[in-house]
């Protein structure tokens, strides 16, 4: 882990961090930390909703993650049933 020099924030030395970053380094990061997002809100929305299966599950984090925006909540919702209908 790095030493923090006297005089310079963990702010400062977060962003000197990233700027040596290679594309692909903070692209995986980006990745990594997104995931670790997505897999947060499933977990809170299963305690929430314990009787959703897992394509609700999936498409509830979805629909948490565009909940202000109707159109793509109608594309959610189409994708939803298309996925629900060539599961049966």
Same mark, same amino acid.
Do not use: F
């Given at each position: ?8 924030? #963990?702010? !400062?030395?977060?962003? =000197? *961090? ?10 995986? @990061? ?14 809170? #929305?299963? !305690?929430?909703?314990? =009787? *959703? ?10 629909? @948490? ?24």
């Amino acid at each position: 882990m790095p030493q923090i020099e006297a005089g310079k924030t #963990i702010e !400062k030395l977060y962003w =000197e *961090l990233v700027r040596k970053m290679s594309v692909e380094e903070k692209w995986n @990061r980006t990745m990594r930390l997104n995931a670790e997002v997505r897999h947060i809100v499933a977990y809170n #929305i299963r !305690k929430q909703h314990p =009787e *959703l299966d897992e394509i609700g599950v999936k498409y509830a984090v979805v629909r @948490r993650h565009y909940m202000d925006e109707p159109n793509v909540l109608k594309l959610v919702d189409l994708a939803e049933k298309t996925e629900r209908a060539s599961h049966e």
